[in-house]
């Protein structure tokens, strides 16, 4: 079963994204910042992350970029999803090395098609 983990710092955007994400018949984990995420990458490794940027104690940029720098999980695709939504903050989002940046708000089928593009690579 593939797993998602979300990174989100708000409850309901967190809960509206799995529901959505679980509906698709994807197995859904969550974490509330990134301190909490990288703990939980690193106890059980997700097939995908879904991550803001905004968020208390560590932003989703420092996140990717820790991601990225170890090899133990820098072939992990990160999925930037954030209300940050101008040229530059996507450009910045990659240069982190996020796989690919979807603003909020979104479209469901958007979502669901990047994350399935990016499982299936």
């Known amino acids: 079963m593939t797993t ?3 990174v989100e710092d ?3 955007q967190r809960r509206t994204i799995s529901n ?5 018949g994807l197995t859904v984990r969550e974490a509330s910042n990134g301190q909490e995420a ?3 990458i690193h106890s059980d490794r997700p097939d995908l992350i ?3 940027i905004i968020m208390p104690q560590m ?4 996140v990717c970029r ?3 720098a170890n090899p133990k999980t820098q072939e992990l695709p990160v999925v930037m999803c954030s209300t940050k939504s101008e040229d530059f903050d996507r450009y910045w989002g990659l240069k982190q090395g996020a796989d690919a940046y979807i603003a909020k708000p979104f479209h469901p089928v958007e ?6 593009q990016l499982l299936r690579a």
Do not use: W
Not at 20 to 24: E, P, Q, R, S, T
Not at 111 to 116: F, I, R
């Open 38 to 40: 990288l703990q939980s």
């Open 59 to 62: 932003n989703g940029y420092e």
């Open 50 to 52: 879904l991550l803001d």
């Open 111 to 116: 979502l669901v098609g990047t994350l399935k």
């Open 4 to 6: 998602v983990l979300i």
């Open 20 to 24: 959505l994400l679980k509906h698709k």
């Open 10 to 12: 708000s409850k309901t």
């Open 66 to 68: 820790r991601l990225k």
